[in-house]
């Protein structure tokens, strides 16, 4: 296999833990700094367990910085696809339907060009240096995805930005 298409491999499943590992800023309601505390743990033990599970780790800022242009467009063309293969999914088997993130990236992302898309997580972790470890999925979500979307996952309240 030629290592573009390693790569693009490696990006569509760095993507997909990328989504299982972000928190998203949904609550239902507001949590105490313990429970804040909590969920920053079991967040950095999911991480961990997926990278042992997947032997690769998630991309993040720091990682992002360093990758040519290519690579970046090739992550975020991976990202396109796993949304398409869901929605598609979900189209075509009615009970695989959920309010889920696919939904939410399909409406919040709308018509955003992929050099734009990888413009915007550039920017992102400059504007952001604190963020550098987060991985890019989180950069996605805050500057693209949760600014144009009326409701939360599975139809939670967003959680108002200051």
């Not at 700094?33 to 997926?50: C, H, S």
């Not at 992102?124 to 240096?129: I, L």
């Amino acid at each position: 296999m030629n290592r573009l298409k390693m790569v693009g491999i490696y990006l569509v499943v760095a993507l997909f833990v990328g989504f299982t590992v972000c928190s998203f800023e949904v609550p239902a309601e507001e949590k105490s700094p313990e429970q804040k505390a909590q969920q920053k743990a079991d967040r950095k033990d999911m991480e961990k367990g997926l990278q042992e599970t997947l032997g690769m780790p998630v991309l993040t800022g720091d990682v992002w910085q360093k990758m040519t242009p290519d690579s970046k467009v090739a992550f975020i063309w991976g990202f396109g696809h796993v949304v398409t293969i869901e929605q598609h999914l979900m189209h075509k088997f009615p009970e695989l339907k959920r309010d889920s993130f696919v939904p939410k990236v399909v409406e919040g992302m709308a018509g955003i060009p992929m050099n734009d898309v990888v413009a915007r997580v550039d920017k992102y972790y400059s504007d952001n240096p604190d963020q550098i470890k987060e991985p890019v999925t989180k950069a996605i979500w805050v500057t693209m995805i949760r600014p144009n979307i009326k409701t939360g996952i599975a139809g939670r309240p967003l959680k108002k930005i200051p």
